[in-house]
């Protein structure tokens, strides 16, 4: 709620920072902003916004916000339908991830990976792809985030019809 009070300060925000090409602080904000955008189903903004900061300076050297803006592309780009492009992207953040160390942003990548082939319905690469985020998730000692992957192993186990393990990944998840 905050932040839609907010939102025409932070788009004016992120309008001076794009026009002053103050790319740092433009990729804090976008990084921030993502899940905002998300759950908001501001998708096309959020997508614009994304790609513009990203695009300024197109050789930069990845850091954490430059790879969790990317995240937020891909994870939009596959909710709004853009499959391929979203997957590229995802691809992308996760190796830039690996290669920073950032296990919280590879297991965010595997994780989206794993959404965006459940929604193609290529359930084993899904389950592959969440199964890895989980275990990095765990590793982390990041409950929320192991409770949302064991949420989505149960969401593929129940589509391939195995409704005994998708109980099991729910009960484990509630907990």
């Known amino acids: 709620e905050l932040l839609a009070r907010e939102e025409a300060n932070l788009q004016s925000a992120l309008e001076h920072w ?4 103050e790319v740092a602080g433009a990729l804090r904000l976008v990084a921030a902003l993502g899940r905002f955008w998300m759950v908001r189903g ?4 959020g997508r614009r916004w994304l790609r513009t900061v990203l695009a300024l300076e197109p050789d930069r050297t990845p850091d954490g916000p430059y790879v969790w803006a990317l995240l937020w592309d891909g994870t939009i780009a596959a909710a709004d339908g853009d499959v391929e492009p979203g997957r590229t992207t995802l691809e992308r953040a996760r190796t830039l991830s690996a290669q920073l160390g950032d296990r919280s942003g590879e297991a965010r990548a595997l994780n989206a990976l794993g959404g965006l082939s459940y929604q193609v319905g290529a359930l084993e690469d899904a389950r592959a792809r969440f199964q890895q985020s989980l275990q990095i998730y765990e590793e982390l000692g990041d409950e929320w985030a192991v409770a949302a992957a064991l949420n989505n192993l149960g969401s593929v186990a129940a589509a391939i019809g195995d409704g005994d393990s998708a109980v099991l990944f729910a009960e484990r998840s509630l907990r």
Do not use: D, E, H, I
Not at 18 to 21: E, M
Not at 42 to 45: A, D, F, M, N
């Open 18 to 21: 794009t026009s002053a090409r």
């Open 42 to 45: 501001k998708w096309r903004l």
